[in-house]
């Protein structure tokens, strides 16, 4: 079984963001990026499959020279092999577009990500690669087991979740908790710089969406305290001050 | 040329965040010109199809084929696509849920469409088409310019009011030709709580954290919820530890929601935790921590013992 992870490199969940040049840039100062945390999980559960069933892992990134760190943790992990597409990954059905091209070569059984990426939440790219590729697409994914050509799949739906059943090949977005967190080792991190990561150039359509500025939420007025003996007072003030209730 | 807006489903009524996604997309026709047309897909009564019109859109187009009851995003794509060629559309609009966001991906893909989501404003148009969303998961905004022919909007839940009238719209009945292959995943079960207010479509939520001490003390958290008329929801490590569902996690990894009210007791306010939440209109913290970082992002704040807490906000909102 061939598995192609998909992964965005991402600002750490911790990162207060912040932009520059005139609210045009994510200011990078000081942030540390990492995997994006939902494929991380998409990761993990291919390195789990490939101890069971002996499945390749390739991982493949739409990023800049930048996003390389975050490659070589995947392959410290436990991915066979990395391509990285060289291009900002800021719109969707670009990004698609390049996963889709690769796959169309190499023929993967099991394209897994993360159901979406935490800086511009657009949930959208495994449906669009699947919709390219001709592939059913099921997300947000809890648990999933192969078994021959059967994916058994547990998928979040609102207030609950859904048995599936479908043939591969798939293409699947993640979340916990379809697998552990995997941190790597030591040899892991060492055999890491030794396993092949193929740099392409991006093909295809321009983009189809341009971000123009950024903007930061306007701050919250401060904090109204009310005494704990005096809890009651907050239903008052929620119905008659912030008209909530 | 009419805006097609996709309107979603809950037991044979549409859903709140769809009602917000069909006064949107009337504005957009308004703004664009056009015409504002709803299309619904499952079983409804012809009253509730209608009744889309008391949020600005003339037309309903209602596809009910059996294979359709059950909710398959790949499915709807294939409807809601054969739905903007009958219509020309350009412009379709959606709020976003789990089906919408299964169905809009497949969309986007079929119709080389420029998708934003988490849309909180009409879009701009005095030069092109520029919306604003909420991004790093509420911890920003993005102006968005959508180049494409054609453009896909998923409305943030909450974020836009809509106003009604008395207008009815017309209803045809949609039978577009379905894909084989749409419905090649079969489910074999499905579980779903019932009765109680579904979380990302609730306007009051009562959320709980580690404070609670173990899944025995929910009993107090969901008293409130349920004299609130509130969801319920929960911090990352109350579901990893199963003292609650994964539905009901909230924050980074967790569901967004943008509520009218959340009240978050015993929950430390991690950043994580706040980028799922912090879209909320209005925050309440009830900590015994003066010092726990919720109370800098909250509106109102109790430092005060959860399990004293609780039980005078639930008989306080019982004698309202
Ligand atoms: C990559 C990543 C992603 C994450 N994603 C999420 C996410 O999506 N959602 C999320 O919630 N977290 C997330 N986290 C975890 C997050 O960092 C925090 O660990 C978590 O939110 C803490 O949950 P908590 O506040 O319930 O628990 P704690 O941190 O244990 O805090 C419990 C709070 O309860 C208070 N308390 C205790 N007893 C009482 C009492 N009797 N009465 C009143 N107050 C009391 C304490 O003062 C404390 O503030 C993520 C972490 C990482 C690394």
Redesign the pocket.
Known sequence: MKILVCVTSVP???TKIAFTDNNTKLNKAGVTF?TG?YD?YALARAVELKEKTGASITVINVGEADSEPVIRKCLAIGADDAIRVNAEPTDAYFVAEQIAAIAKENSYDLILMGRESIDYNGGQVHGIVGEMLGFPSISPVMQLDIDGDTAKITREIEGGKEQLEAKLPLVLGCQEPIAEWKIPNMRGIMTARTKPLKIVEPTGTDKLTTVANYELPAPRSAVKMIKADEAETLIQLLRTEAKVI | MSVLIFAELDEGKIKKSSQEALFYGAKVAEQTGTSATAIIIGQADDSELASAGRFGVTKVLHASNAQLNEPNGMAYATVVAAAVQQEGSKVIVLAKSSLADAMTARLAGKLKAGLAANVVELPDLSNGFRVKSSIYTGKAFAYNDLKADIKILAIKKNTITPEETDSTASVDSFSPTLNDADFVISVKSSEKASGDVLLPEADLVVS??????GPENWGIVEDLAHALHAATA?????SDLDWRPHSE??????LKISPNLYI??????????L??VNSSKVIVV????SE???FKSADYGIV??????LPRLTKAVKAL
């Open positions: 750490d969940t911790t990492i945390p991380d | 709980a954290g580690r404070g609670l001490k929960c911090s990352k490590p109350v996690h909230v924050g980074q990894t967790g978050a007791c015993g929950i430390s306010g991690a950043i994580q935790h980028a799922g009830i900590n015994k921590d726990a970082p919720f005060g013992d959860v399990f004293d807490v």
